[in-house]
């Protein structure tokens, strides 16, 4: 995150780091992406984010990387869903998005805690202008590595139309995606963020807007960050995760 400030513990209960370990690897897990825990045993991140053939798990329930928070909690992913139109061009990123199945038994895998809530999906779509708060452990002003604590910023949500301008994204963008930022810089998701969540709060309920999902660098002046627009998925998140075995 870019322009963001430390989280306190419990500030944004549904963040988990997804985690990845290279196959047949004496190394260990280590961070690729954020995500969202939307029940308690299915994360939402980005599709980009999924590497066939590699063991993943996600981390809940912790502000810090680089050490053991009493507060966490590590599930082993049981399952991938990437979706069947997800594409990645030179140009931009469609239908960024993917679904973890957590190992777990009986629809019980995370445990709810104050560090650990789930996010609630959205039922309409918020107003251009509308402040909401982006999160994740990606990389910084200061380092190309990321944050070992997790950081968070406001972000302004932005119109399909002006974010189609020629001097921003142009004619890339495609309803499976919204731009949100600062359009004068400084203040963007990065690399290290994607899949993380971008939530509005509605009606009380902090609701998972957008996924972190790409952008043309980060902090730069008229290239705000891109996000998969969940409520385009809905019927797609449903139908995944309420379909009986
Ligand atoms: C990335 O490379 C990435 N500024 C993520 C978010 C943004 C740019 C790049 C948005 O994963």
Not at 98 to 117: D, H, P, R, S, Y
Request: with cysteine; hydrophobic share 35%.
């Amino acid at each position: 995150i870019y322009g963001g400030l430390k989280v306190s513990p419990g500030a944004i209960p549904w963040q988990v780091s997804v985690q990845e370990k290279p196959k047949n690897s004496q190394l260990s897990y280590r961070h690729v992406c954020g995500g969202v825990l939307i029940s308690s045993c299915w994360v939402l991140t980005a599709g980009h984010c999924i590497e066939p053939n590699k063991d993943m798990r996600v981390v809940m329930g912790s502000m810090a990387l680089d050490r053991l928070d009493p507060a966490a909690q590590t599930v082993e992913v049981e399952d991938t869903i990437l979706h069947e139109n997800y594409r990645k061009t030179t140009e931009a990123v469609y239908n960024d998005i993917a679904l973890l199945k957590l190992k777990g038994t009986e629809g019980f895998c995370a445990n709810e805690t104050q560090f650990v809530k789930t996010a609630c999906l959205p039922d309409a779509q918020l107003p251009d202008g509308m402040e909401c708060t982006i999160s994740g452990w990606g990389a910084t002003e200061e380092s190309d590595y990321g944050s070992s604590h997790l950081l968070d910023a406001n972000v302004l949500l932005i119109s399909q139309e002006k974010c189609s301008e020629p001097k921003i994204y142009g004619s890339v963008l495609d309803p499976s995606m919204f731009c949100a930022g600062h359009l004068l810089g400084g203040v963007d998701s990065c690399q290290g963020d994607s899949g993380g969540p971008l939530t509005c709060k509605n009606n009380g309920d902090h609701v998972i807007y957008g996924l972190v999902s790409w952008g043309d660098q980060c902090g730069k002046k008229n290239k705000p960050g891109v996000y998969t627009r969940v409520t385009h998925f809905l019927d797609w998140i449903r139908s995944k995760t309420q379909a009986t075995p």
